[in-house]
């Protein structure tokens, strides 16, 4: 049922429609709700028109388990077309608690935002049930694992909100107006990854895979990555949990009820939290392995929210290394997958080194992602990403792919190759100076694009606009922005040039004075 769903057989649709309710007499309650599930989540996707009554009745069944009428719900709005979905939309808002009406349907996105934080009871601290006998020692399982950060400053554990007024997000997801989705992300940035808002963070979230947005998937996957989890556990029977504070009894007889009950003072455990881990990438994995050309976009949601602050020291043993983003698991699949230079542990937790490979020798000229086909049909991803992205990895993979798609890069408009020229890595201006120069017309000069490659971080590239500027220096210099410009130039190089072009210049005594006003 799901296959058919992930392939869009729509032929499969009617079949899937009479199917829906009708689980084998005698089975378990949970296997119905799992097949009308499954269903429901085919039938979004298949585009059947026919499927909306059915799933309308199966939502509004009183019998339909809650995960069940979620992904109803979502399935009825992937077969509406916009309008209907911003009908739906304002038909929530109308829904909404009292103090989120008004910002959410007509506020400004800071309104909206303040209204929810403020709706959302901060943060209640609760001191642990039981006193903690000292914290334990956790033996890595291997040399593989990663080290605990066992230095970082513990906390008491805290119960986050109130679990009735913290639905609100799931209710700010499906509305995803403009206004209201640019509130809910930044509120998920910093939303607490424990009791009571995992349960919302962990609905948004398979939401966003359904619907394939990868900004809203990228980013709980990157918190996922990111934040240490709430509580570790020896094993489900346990009755007690180590948190960062020390350890703390649960209420129910043990973790595996405390995790399923309503009112559950854990959540976000290690084990979910490498499930998580494991799933943003299985996620990406089946679109590539069906060449649902869909996986670029939500590749690129979960590469954006990495920069530079994310890399961690180089990890050195007798057999293996580490290099600095080695602990991304996706992150890894997506800019390696294919690599001669890494490979994924065992236990899920990093990829290493592999034998010839050290941190720190030359990258190598052939392609390494994974899915190589994929972004020669979506380049906009790549320019995407090289557009936003602040980590380093993330440039050279998209320069390095973008490199084969020669005929997008035929079509670039000069604000593009601006923007490339403008970015902070050298791999990236290089391409951009590529791009500048075989565009250059000495006869009608760009001066934007000029100033850009003047600019960049490629040595070799301003050299070049020098150059053109020197050759023509009495046509650039009546251009008073275009100098002041250089004359400001955050590298040394432009700036010496500027003073050189100044100095063997003729200046009528008002332009001087103009622009020593403008400098000063």
């Keep these: 049922i799901w296959r058919a769903g992930e392939l869009r057989l729509t032929a499969a649709a009617p079949i899937l429609i009479r199917l829906i309710g009708s689980a084998p007499s005698g089975s378990q309650p949970r296997a119905g709700a799992l097949r009308d599930y499954c269903i429901a989540w085919a039938l979004g996707r298949l585009g059947d028109q026919a499927a909306v009554e059915p799933l309308v009745r199966l939502w509004r069944a009183s019998s339909t388990p809650d995960q ?28 909404l608690p009292i103090p989120l009406r008004k910002p959410a349907a007509s506020g400004t996105v800071a309104e909206l935002l303040a209204a929810l934080r403020a709706y959302l009871a901060p943060p209640v601290a609760v001191a642990p049930v039981a006193a903690a006998p000292a914290k334990p020692k956790r033996a890595s399982d291997n040399d593989e694992d990663e080290d605990e950060d066992d230095d970082e400053d ?72 990111k934040e240490r989890a709430f509580f570790r556990l020896r094993y489900y029977g346990a009755r007690y949990v180590q948190l960062k504070s020390g350890m703390m009894s649960i209420k129910r007889k043990d973790v595996r009820a405390e995790l399923a009950h309503e009112e559950s003072q854990i959540a976000f455990g290690e084990n979910t939290r490498d499930y998580l881990r494991r799933r943003t990438w299985r996620t990406l994995m089946r679109m590539g392995e069906i060449n649902d050309l869909e996986y670029v976009r939500m590749a690129v949601g979960v590469l954006l929210p990495f920069t530079d602050a994310d890399a961690v020291p180089v990890k050195r043993r007798s057999r293996r290394n580490w290099d600095i983003f080695a602990p991304y698991w996706a992150f890894n699949h997506i800019l390696y997958g294919k690599s001669a230079r890494y490979a994924p542990q065992s236990n ?28 020669n049909e979506r380049p906009q991803g790549l320019l995407h990403l090289l557009a936003e992205s602040e980590c380093r990895p993330v440039h050279s993979f998209a320069v390095k792919t973008l490199r084969s798609c020669t005929a997008f890069l035929g079509e670039l408009d000069s604000e593009a190759i601006v923007m490339l020229l403008g970015r902070p890595y050298e791999v990236t201006a290089q391409l951009g100076a590529e791009l500048a120069i075989a565009r250059y017309q000495p006869a009608a000069p760009d001066h934007a694009l000029l100033l850009a490659l003047a600019s960049c971080e490629y040595a070799a590239g301003r050299a070049q606009a020098l150059r053109w500027l020197d050759e023509k220096r009495e046509h650039f210099l009546a251009d008073s922005d275009l100098v002041l410009a250089l004359c400001l130039n955050r590298h040394a190089d432009t700036r010496a040039f500027a003073l050189r072009l100044l100095r063997s210049a003729a200046l009528p005594e008002a332009a001087a004075r103009a622009l020593i006003v403008r400098m000063v």
């Excluded at 499906?174 to 609905?203: C, G, M, Q, W």
């Excluded at 034998?355 to 994974?370: F, I, N, Q, T, V």
């Design 154 to 225: 513990e906390a008491a554990a805290e119960i986050s909100g109130d679990p009735a007024l913290i639905e609100v997000l799931e209710s700010f997801y499906l509305i995803d107006s403009e206004t209201v989705r640019a509130a809910l992300i930044e509120f998920l940035r910093t939303a607490p990854l424990r009791p009571n808002y995992f349960k919302a963070l962990r609905h948004i979230f398979k939401a966003a895979e359904y619907r394939r947005d990868g900004e809203v998937f990228g980013l709980l996957a990157y918190r996922f990555e």
């Design 348 to 375: 899920a937790k990093a990829w290493h080194c592999r034998p010839k490979y050290k941190p720190g020798d030359p990258e190598p000229a052939l392609r390494e992602e994974a899915f190589q086909r994929l972004w």
């Design 68 to 95: 069940v009428r979620r992904i109803a719900v979502e399935a009825l709005r992937q077969l509406s077309d916009p309008e209907a979905r911003a009908e739906m939309g304002r038909d929530l808002i109308a829904e």
